[in-house]
């Protein structure tokens, strides 16, 4: 999730995916279009073997004939995706990027663990990207954990940390998914199957064995949780033991986790620095059954936390909590995508740097254009964060810019741009009824009406503080401004 300054203020960049027909690499295209990345169909190339060259494939820009893989090819781009084997990228990733080539971002394993490539999750540790022209992309599992992980690490310091993880059929790629289907009607017609891609059926079943065995009686799956936490968070000194498990879900892996902390820590204090961090959805209440799930977290880029509770056998330095999140978005493409983005807007992805005036105008404006429920949900967001907002003599919530801290400010143009790209186009003509949030400005109540998506314009409305019939325009009232793997990576296809 990136700022919502993107493509507007960038020239076109020419991109190429390696791997585009897998699970991965179909699902990158996609981010691309979605994030409004600045490229185009015709600054768009995709690559593969022998087999898939030559074909069209349906995109989001348009259908696209997939390129026959060469170096020199690879070489044209600006931004080369490689949605493919650690094999594959150990032979072709540096050749591609040396000598002032194209930034490659590998989402396989090849280099995650080299110390001179770094390892990037954009919200925790850009400024590693440095000057390098070739970037690891996590391992799924790492991707989701490390974005709750994170700030409790920031307040509190994790001393240990214990996880179990439930990872989707789509850790296996395409071919696991498609395994996980079939294997599920035959199962249920009492048909046989062989399974190929798992050590065993995965209907009906679950799995703790992902990835080779290594010599301490872990998977190499588990240990890339410590390997790759200790790398991305730049501290080798927690203690850190995972055991992961295939379930038979398909696209969202689930965490629990355990963590020991140097200082004293309670939920409270968790819940409110999770609020507040980027890339995160806190779903958290016992009375409401709202708890982070593989059904609600896929499609997500934020990934939902949630299930925080003191732990009994730490104590005041320990918590419990349950982390859910899309394995082919923010454990692979998302955050590929977002790697490149802070490549070309390093200051979308520091929570810590304020929005300029430019920014904050942009983000008001682009919060007019949204749809309702849109608007609605930028609301929720605020107040999802910022718990404690008075509220005014009718109720509602009552805020401007100067009471939302930095980091939130940067969550809501990460937000915005992902949902305003996905209406491109798109009128979502709507009135506002119903409560929505005062600011302090001065302003008229408005009587226009707004339309949704970038091309449609912001409609009427009762200035900065009054209250619109949209509520597009409703919600930006509380923002009145002065001065946010598979595990192998693939085939070639």
Known sequence: MSSSSSSSSHPTQKVGVVGATGAVGAEMIKVLKDRRFPVTLDTLRLFASERSAGKKIKTPYGDKKIELFSVESARECDFV??????????????????????????????????DDIPLVVPEINSAAIGASRLIANPNCTTAIAVMALWPLHQQFGLKRILCSTYQAASGAGQEGMEELRTGMEHYLIGREYKNEVF?????????????????NGYTKEEMK???????????????????????????????????ETYLDIEP????FA???????????SGEENLYPMPLTATGKYD????????????????????????????GAASNAVFIAEAVLFPESFDPTQPLTHDEKRNLRTS???????????????????????????????????????????????????SCVSSSTGGRGRGRGGGRGARGGGRGSRGAGRGRGGVGGGGGGGGGMGGRSTTMAQATMSTLAYSDDDSDSGGSLG
């Not at 490689?82 to 396989?108: C, H, R, W």
């Open 303 to 330: 990934v939902e936390v949630g299930r925080v509770r003191q732990s009994l056998v730490f104590g005041s330095k320990g918590l419990e909590l349950f982390v859910c999140g899309d394995q082919l978005l923010r």
């Open 367 to 417: 919060i007019e254009r949204l749809p309702p429920e849109k608007a609605m949900k930028v609301l929720s967001i605020i107040q999802a964060k910022c718990p404690n907002l008075p509220l005014d003599e009718d109720g509602e919530v009552e805020v401007d810019m100067e009471r939302l801290d930095t980091p939130v400010l940067r969550d809501l143009q990460r937000f915005v741009a």
């Open 274 to 284: 999770l609020r507040k961090a980027p890339g995160v959805e806190v779903r958290d």
């Open 81 to 114: 995706f490689l949605a493919v084997s650690g094999t594959f990228a150990l032979q072709y990733a540096k050749k591609i990027s040396e000598k002032g080539g194209p930034y490659v971002i590998d989402n396989s394993s090849a280099f995650r663990y080299d």
């Open 225 to 259: 949780v410590a390997w790759e936490t200790k790398k991305i968070f730049d501290y080798p000194h927690m203690d850190i033991a995972c055991t992961a498990v295939r379930v038979p879900t398909l696209r969202a892996h689930a965490e629990s986790i355990t963590i």
């Open 268 to 271: 409270s204090a968790a819940l």
């Open 199 to 215: 050590a065993h059926p995965l209907p009906f079943n679950v799995i703790p064995h992902i990835d080779k065995f290594q010599a």
